[in-house]
């Protein structure tokens, strides 16, 4: 996993999971710390997250709110899309132009 960017913006690329965990919310951390306004989280080169990485984006969401900023999701591959969708965390996270129909679950 590799996390670049700063305060406003971070692009995260590989995989959020249990081994990059730790390094993923001291990055988020420090980010929403020393900034103001939304944190972009950018997760387009984001080749897969487990539970734990999931975690991770929840944690940050709450750490968000609490400073008074807000964490939004940019480019939610497809495959993360629809475990959003699952586990109803899209109701929950700002999620930059919504999630694309084609991952929705069908009714």
Known sequence: MHIR????????????DVRSAA??????????????GDLVLDLA?????DATGLGVIMGAHRR?????RR???RGVPAQMQRL?????L?????????????SLPRV
Do not use: N, P
């Open 90 to 102: 899209h109701r929950i996270l700002a999620i930059e132009g919504g999630l694309e129909a084609e």
């Open 45 to 49: 080169g984001l080749d897969s997250w």
């Open 71 to 73: 964490l939004v999701l």
């Open 64 to 68: 968000a709110g609490r400073s008074g």
């Open 5 to 16: 960017g700063d305060h406003a913006e971070l692009v995260v690329g590989g995989r959020l």
């Open 23 to 36: 390094d993923a919310r001291t990055a988020l951390h420090t980010a929403l710390d020393r900034g103001h």
């Open 84 to 88: 959003l969708v699952a586990t109803r």
